[in-house]
Every structure is written in structure tokens, then in C-alpha cells.
């Protein structure tokens, strides 16, 4: 990889001396081939030969059939460019004089703009505007030379300076008594700004893109992507975009401008950042992160004055529909959610605040006149989610006295919500929380915002990010390996890489290749040498036999972090080359924690080490929280292996793993043993497709005591071997091991099938001194399913008896519904017909239309206990009017 770069660089460099010469910029770097456009580059015209008047022939560049212009100085007259042309900046191109000989810049659909250094960036001066109107497929590209010459990537950043508007609309660093005469010299020595005029025009941004830009010309005072400095409520901005900048994405330095559909990704300081009373309006916005967990800080920066918090106006934006995905950097600054700081006020309508689980704090709210426009409701923060494993930042004193309970004060807002937003990538599952749950800002605010219903960016169905942005959207195959892979004979059709051994540094699966296990491969080293592994959307991981599975260890991380259009497979070789599939066909994923199992010996957890199924490794201790990474839109097939009589790997194994780890939306199917198993910890998932897997579906054990909501269990449609949905235990060598496995499920639905064996299809076991909170069951299956409730060993009955083990809300619908008793004279139906709301149905036809529960019965709002939970309208897991399976699963079309 530096090899590369230095090649890059190398190649650049001579470039560039050749250009200062007179001569044509002509770069192959490293004997490379052009790279083809990505997703949202528009498609090049027609070539044509001469520059207009106001520019220069510039250096060609290689691979780019556009001949090029180059532009300098001042622009005082009105001016096209064109799409014919790639037209490069040469210094610090003003469009106007300030508020003197104004000019108009329009740029044509589909036009790229770019620059050779941090030094050349575009400027329109006060009175001056620029129309710079896209469209969805052919967007307008500002951007560095690397990226025309396809020498950019992921991590590239600073490769030129960027846009930035100046305008005559107020700012609080005006003397607000003389308005007319304000000059406030612009960051990035742009230009002064500020004025009278709120309503002032400089034109539009419409279908823009402003791509690795950002130059720190003295530090602290750098170019931001886009900089709308005193930029009033005249001029039109949506659909725009600011990529891998090394400075602030959009900031707002006083001003009124309104914005819509704006993306920020990648950027390396804050994405979103305000000051000096900007009060203008924002609707659909989605800020990701770098998911390679580069450089980043928050989504969100907001301030009044630095310099005066109390200045007069102060910052007041109303923002609605905003998405903020993190990433996992930790550096001098984290990356992070919201901090409302320096006195700024504003109104937060319908935001979600979500990362991965090594993201820094999600909301936070410093400065005392901050604090106090916050309880007195000049700030407003209402009908959003937060989700995140560290969602709060109290405020505190100089003496470490709280004077602002975040958390305290976020809830005690209108509709907010605390727990899992339920995206696959950006856009929300078919039943999460941000559907339905949304503020009708228009209606009862502001009619400038859309009408909607839901909390984020997007509405789960529409996702007005495709055609125009970039790198959202991977389409492209890979060149080359990742690092940390090595590159193998392809069985795919596109580049293979391989994964082998033990992987101890960070490591990226990227989109565009398919990657194999070789043998065992974990990722860390058990509690001493820490890794992440990143799983991009779309990945398809495979492995050869039963010898090769995943790990992640004790102290090691997974963020495999899906979407329902592009989830991450793991799979077996018979599948990715077409081949019959089957279980058993490679080995597994195992995640190994930290956190208690009652194996260990609960006086003495530090030094716990249990030794995992599978000889995966060690796991348990301490940490009830630890955190091993993400799974959310992962589907594992075809899986399992007996290593040993009686010692198998599942299709997920959970072991020891804590309820840091974010878990939901994963699928396990056709998998040689149980679908997923847990070894205590205190690990919680959502959205869980279980499916054709030859034993149990749901297994726990050793003191799990985490949460499942909407469980769809659903044995093979042919019959094949089948054990139970669930099958639950405390220890099976000590019954009263504590602490006693006691996990929460809502919202389940099992399906048998006609499995008959030493081990039948059958619906729920409960044994070897098991407690449970099960709530909004539906357990049904053909008339040749085996028991669907049954309890056994005195522990677990007594627990039933004495009422500390329920099962409520719930219908079974069998031919053989129950079997046994708990030993008291109380049979097992007797118990369940006891407990709340619970019957039996006739059959399957009664309570399922095919996954969809018609049953009636009214569910248990399990959200009254704990916020983990959702209240919904159904029992079973999964309502016709939210399928949150659809578009991701395999196996459910039976």
C-alpha cells in the first residue's frame, strides 16, 4: 500500500512539474489503466478544442477525453462553463468584486471543476452569484486533479481548496447598528461578507458534488467543503453534496440560507457546523462518517458566537430529518453526534444520532447559555432517536458538578427515544421506530419543510441519495486486495481474497471482491492484541469446509453493517459457485466477550476462560457491556460443524458476548446445528430470521440474561431434520448456577415442520433450571409437529409455578400442543391457559397467513419494561403492514 501511494504521489508530482513547463499533464500511475467513472460522475459530452476567452489552455489529463480550461483571477462579467470542458482553478478564482462589478457563474449539468492544490478554490463574492444547477444524472463535479486522474480514494482528503459563498445577509459579528457597512473577513482568506440584506441572493446550488477539498491556510482557519458565510434566504441550495473534506463539511457563518437533501460523507472535521447567528432552515440530511473509521469529528457543531455567546442574533436554525452515522475513530477529537455549544440556540426536529459501538458521545450540550437556552426552550430536540453505546456527555462545572443531565433532559423532550434505530445502513428496517414516529414540522412549525411522518432522512422505501452522490454506492469491482487479504484464484467471476490465521491489525472487507477463509481465522488475539474487522454492505464471505470459520476474540471487534438492499453474506463455496448447497457445508461465526457466564467463577470473573465450542477459543468475564462490534443485515447459510461428537458449531455463536454489541436484523439458515446459541453474556438482538437449521433455532445457556424482539423461526417447507425454536437452559451441569440464565423475548413467531426423528420439529423448551420473560408468541406448525411447549428438570417447573418464569400474550396453534406438567398437579396447559392473554388456536390457518400474523390477540407492551423494546399492534414477529424480512432474507418463499 505505501508503495502505491508513493507512486501516486510520484507520479503526480512529475505531472505537475510538467505542467508548470508548458508541457501536457499526462499521469499513469504505476502503469494503471483509467479508472472508469463511479456512481453519481456524470457521462462526458462530446470533446471540442478552443477556451473561450476569459480562460486558458490548460495541461490535458489522462484518461479524461475533455479538453481542459483553466480559469484565474477574477470573473466581473457573466460566465459559462460549460460541459465540454473540465475547467481547473489556477489560484483563488473570485466570481465578482466584492459588492462591485458582480457577475454570474453558470455551471452546466454535468460539468467538472477541479483543482491541482489546496491553494485553488472558487469564490463568489458579495453581489455576484453562481448557478450551478445538476441534475440527478448528471450532477455538477468540483473536485481535485487525483480524482480526474482516478488517483483518489477512500482516505483522500486537503487535494484542493473547495467552494465558498460570500454574501451581504447579517451575521452577529456585524455592528448590528450599522449593518450596511459590515466587512467580516472570511475564513480561508476568501473574501469579506456580511451585510443588511436577509433575504440577499447568490444564486443556486442544485445536484453539486464538492469532492476531497479542504486546505488549512493558516491553521486553525481553513476552506471548508462548502463555506456560506453570511449567505441570505435568497439563494437556492438542495441536493448537495461534500466528500472526504479535511475541514468542516457546510458551515454557516451567520446568514439565512435554507438547505434540502444535502449529504456529507467522509469529511474529517465536523460535517455540519454553524456560527455567528446562522438562522436559516435544513430538511433531509444524512451525514455519514468515514466507515473505515478515519479521521472525523462530529455531525454536528453548533455555536453562537465564539467570541460573545450572548451575541445578538443569535444562531437559531431549524433542522429536520437528519441522519448522523458515526464511525469508530478515537483520536484528540472522536468522532461524534451533537454538541450545541457557545451559546447557540435552534430547533432539532426528527433526527437520528447512530454508530458503531466505538462512536464517542452522541449528544451533548455545553456552555451555560446553552444549558440555559435549553431549559428555557429556545432549544428544542424533539421526536428523535438516539442510538448509540455512548449516547450521552453530561454538561459539568469547573468543579465536576453536573449542571445539565444530557440524558435527563433529552427524554423529558416529546417523542425522543433512547435504543436501537434500526437502520440497515442509512435507510430504517420496515419496522423501526423512525416509521410513523416522526413530527409534522410543516403543519405545525414552518410550512417551508415537507410534510412527513417519520424521524431521519429517509423514509424507508425512497432513498433520493441514488443517481447523483457519490460514494454511497458501491458498483465497482475492485483492482486490488484490501490490506490485510491476499489475493487467491477467483471462483467468483471477480477478484478473491483471501483471510487466514489470526488478523491483529484493522482490517476493511471491501464492497467489490469476495473474500475466503482459509481454516480458522480469528480476528485479535484473546484479550491481549485488539482488532476490528469492517464488513462493507454487499460482502460475501465463504469458506471451503467445515475447517474454515470466523472468531472474533475477547477485546476484538466485527462491524459487518449491512443494508436489506446490499446485506453481507456468509456462506460456503458450493453457494458462491452455484453448486447444491447444504448444511454443513463450512463452519460458522463465533463471537467470543467479556462478559459473565456462570461457568466462571463469579468471585474470580477477571480471570475467567471458558473455552468455546468449536475450539473457537476463550471467553467470559467482568463485563456485563462489553462490546464486540455490530451484526446488523448479515445472513449465514449453509453452516456448522461437528468438530467433536456433541461439540458443534452454530450458525452465530454468541459467547460471553455483552450487550455493547449492537445485534439485528441477521439471518442463520440451513445451518448443521442451532441457528444461533448463547453462552451467557448479556448480548441483545432485533429482527432475527432463523431457517432451516437442523437443530435448535434458539439456544442459550450459562446465564444468558440478554433480550430478543421480533424472532421468526421457521423450520425447512420439505420436512428435513428439525429440533426446536427454542431450546433453553441455565447450566446443564449445575441447574442452579447463578447467575440463572433469564432472558426477555417478545415478539416470536415459530413454525414447525413434519420432522420426525429421534429428535422431532417442536416448538419451546425450557430445562435445566432455565428462567424466561416471554411475551407476543405465535407457535404453530403442520398436524405432524411434535410438542410446542413443554417444561423440563424441577428447577425450571418450579420457576413456572412460582410465577418468576411467564409467558404471556401468546397463542399455540398445534396438533400437539403441550406435554407435561409442573409437578405440582398443574399441567403444562393449565399453566399457559393461566397466564394472560394466552390461547390455543385450531391450526396454523387460524393465527398465519403465510409469515404474517392474523391472530388477534392484543400484544403486551414490553416497552413499559424496557426501552430495548417496541410497542407494537401484533403478536408473532412479523405484522403484514411491516415486513421488516423482505428484500434481505433467503428461505421464507416456502
Known amino acids: 500500500m505505501a508503495l502505491r501511494n508513493l507512486l501516486k504521489l510520484s507520479a503526480v508530482a512529475s505531472a505537475l512539474m510538467l505542467a508548470g513547463c508548458g508541457g501536457d499533464l499526462v499521469v499513469n500511475a504505476a502503469g494503471s489503466t483509467p479508472t472508469p467513472p463511479p456512481t453519481g460522475t456524470p457521462t462526458p459530452p462530446p470533446v471540442t478544442s478552443a477556451c473561450p476567452a476569459f480562460a486558458t489552455v490548460g495541461s490535458s489529463l489522462a484518461g479524461v477525453e475533455l479538453p481542459v480550461c483553466e480559469i484565474s483571477g477574477n470573473i466581473t462579467s457573466d460566465t459559462r462553463l460549460s460541459n465540454d470542458i473540465a475547467w481547473a482553478l489556477s489560484g483563488k478564482v473570485t466570481v465578482g468584486n466584492d459588492n462591485a462589478n458582480s457577475a454570474t457563474l453558470t455551471i452546466e449539468p454535468g460539468t467538472f471543476v477541479y483543482g491541482k492544490s489546496g491553494a485553488d478554490y472558487l469564490v463568489v463574492a458579495r453581489g455576484s452569484k453562481i448557478q450551478a444547477i445538476g441534475t440527478v444524472s448528471n450532477p455538477i463535479v468540483m473536485t481535485s486533479v487525483n480524482d480526474m486522474l482516478g488517483l483518489s480514494d477512500e482516505n483522500s482528503h486537503a487535494e484542493w481548496g473547495g467552494l465558498v459563498i460570500l454574501g451581504n445577509a447579517p451575521s452577529n459579528k456585524c455592528d448590528q447598528a450599522s449593518l450596511a457597512t459590515c466587512e467580516i473577513q472570511a475564513e480561508g482568506e476568501a473574501g469579506p461578507y456580511g451585510g443588511a440584506n436577509p433575504e440577499d441572493d447568490s444564486g443556486a446550488l442544485r445536484y453539486v458534488q464538492v469532492r476531497y477539498a479542504g486546505f488549512e491556510v493558516i491553521p486553525d482557519n481553513e476552506l471548508n467543503g462548502i463555506t456560506f458565510a453570511g449567505v441570505g434566504s435568497g439563494t437556492d441550495v438542495e441536493y448537495i453534496q461534500v466528500h472526504n473534506n479535511l475541514d468542516d463539511g457546510v458551515e454557516f457563518f451567520g446568514g439565512t440560507v435554507d438547505a434540502k437533501y444535502v449529504v456529507l460523507t467522509g469529511n474529517r472535521d465536523d460535517s455540519l457546523d454553524w456560527a455567528d447567528g446562522w438562522s436559516g432552515r435544513m430538511q433531509h440530511v444524512l451525514v455519514v462518517h468515514n466507515q473505515n473509521g478515519t479521521k472525523a469529528n462530529r455531525g454536528i457543531e453548533a455555536d453562537n458566537q465564539s467570541g460573545n455567546f450572548t451575541a445578538q442574533p443569535v444562531s437559531n436554525p431549524r433542522i429536520a430529518n437528519m441522519t448522523i452515522i458515526g464511525n469508530n475513530f478515537d483520536g484528540d477529537d472522536d468522532s461524534e453526534g451533537i454538541l450545541l455549544r457557545a451559546g447557540t440556540a435552534g430547533e432539532l426536529y426528527n433526527i437520528i444520532v447512530t454508530g458503531p459501538t466505538g462512536m464517542g458521545e452522541c449528544f451533548e450540550i455545553n456552555s451555560a447559555e446553552t444549558i440555559t437556552n435549553a431549559t428555557s426552550g429556545s432549544i428544542v430536540f424533539r421526536n428523535s432517536i438516539i442510538d448509540c453505546a455512548e449516547p450521552f456527555k453530561n454538561s459539568v462545572d469547573g468543579n465536576g458538578n453536573v449542571t445539565l443531565d444530557a440524558q435527563a433532559w433529552f427524554l423529558a423532550q416529546p417523542g425522543n427515544i433512547v435504543g436501537d434505530a434500526l437502520l440497515g445502513g442509512y435507510i430504517p428496517a420496515p419496522n423501526s421506530p423512525a416509521l410513523g414516529n416522526g413530527y409534522n414540522v410543516s403543519n ?17 422505501s425512497t432513498d433520493w441519495t441514488e443517481g447523483w452522490t457519490f460514494g454511497l454506492h458501491a458498483d465497482d469491482d475492485l ?3 484490501p490490506a490485510g487479504t491476499s489475493e487467491v484464484n477467483s471462483l467468483t467471476g471477480r477478484i478473491n481474497c483471501q483471510l487466514s490465521g489470526d488478523i491483529t491489525t484493522n482490517v476493511t472487507l471491501a464492497a467489490g471482491a469476495d473474500y475466503v477463509l482459509n481454516g480458522r481465522v480469528r480476528v485479535g488475539v484473546d484479550n491481549s492484541t485488539a482488532a476490528t474487522l469492517t464488513v462493507q454492505p454487499g460482502v460475501t464471505i465463504y469458506g471451503k469446509s467445515g475447517a474454515d470459520f470466523l472468531v472474533v476474540t475477547r477485546g476484538s471487534k466485527i ?11 456468509m456462506t460456503s463455496v458450493q453457494d458462491v459457485i452455484g453448486s447444491p448447497t447444504a448444511a454443513g457445508q463450512w463452519g460458522g461465526l463465533v463471537l467470543l466477550g467479556k462478559a459473565p457466564s456462570n461457568k466462571c467463577d463469579q468471585a474470580n470473573l477477571a480471570a475467567c476462560e471458558i473455552q468455546a465450542e468449536g475450539e473457537a477459543g476463550p471467553y467470559g468475564g467482568p463485563n456485563t457491556t462489553d462490546n464486540s462490534g455490530t451484526l446488523n443485515y448479515v445472513v449465514v447459510k449453509h453452516a456448522g460443524f461437528e468438530v467433536i461428537p456433541d461439540n458443534e458449531l452454530n450458525g452465530i455463536t454468541f459467547a460471553g458476548v455483552g450487550s455493547g454489541t449492537k445485534c439485528s436484523n441477521i439471518q442463520v439458515h440451513q445451518n448443521v446445528d442451532d441457528g444461533i446459541e448463547m453462552f451467557g453474556g448479556s448480548v441483545s438482538c432485533k429482527n432475527v430470521v432463523l431457517t432451516a437449521n437442523g437443530d435448535d433455532s434458539v439456544d442459550w445457556a450459562d446465564g444468558w440474561n440478554g433480550k430478543l424482539q421480533f424472532v421468526l423461526v421457521k423450520h425447512a417447507a420439505d420436512g428435513a431434520k428439525a429440533n426446536r425454536g427454542i431450546e433453553g437452559d441455565n447450566q446443564s451441569g449445575n441447574f442452579t448456577a447463578l447467575p440463572v440464565s433469564n432472558p426477555m423475548i417478545a415478539n416470536m413467531t415459530i413454525i414447525g415442520n413434519s420432522f420426525d426423528g429421534d429428535d422431532d420439529s417442536e416448538g419451546v423448551l425450557l430445562r435445566a433450571g432455565t428462567n424466561a420473560q416471554l411475551a407476543n408468541f405465535v407457535i404453530t406448525g403442520p398436524t405432524t409437529m411434535g410438542e410446542c411447549l413443554e417444561f ?17 400474550h401468546s397463542v399455540i396453534a398445534c396438533a400437539e400442543p403441550f406435554k407435561g406438567d409442573l409437578g405440582n398437579g398443574t399441567t403444562t396447559e393449565q399453566w399457559f391457559l393461566g397466564q394472560q392473554s394466552n390461547s390455543v388456536a385450531a391450526n396454523q390457518a387460524a393465527v398465519l397467513n403465510g409469515i404474517f400474523t392474523i391472530d388477534a390477540t392484543a400484544p403486551k407492551d414490553m416497552s413499559a419494561l424496557d426501552n430495548f423494546f417496541e410497542a407494537v399492534n401484533f403478536i408473532g414477529a412479523v405484522g403484514a403492514s411491516n415486513d421488516w424480512t423482505a428484500g434481505w432474507t433467503v428461505g421464507l418463499e416456502d
Not at 423440563?792 to 404471556?808: H, I, Q, R, V
Open 479 to 481: 483492482a486490488a486486495c
Open 444 to 460: 405545525n412549525v414552518d410550512s417551508w419543510f415537507d410534510n412527513v411522518t417519520y424521524i431521519g432522512a429517509f423514509n424507508g
Open 792 to 808: 423440563d428438570s424441577a428447577e425450571t417447573k418450579a420457576l413456572a409455578a412460582a410465577g418468576s418464569l411467564t409467558m404471556t
Open 559 to 569: 462491524e459487518a453493517n449491512g443494508t436489506a438492499a446490499n446485506p453481507i453474506t
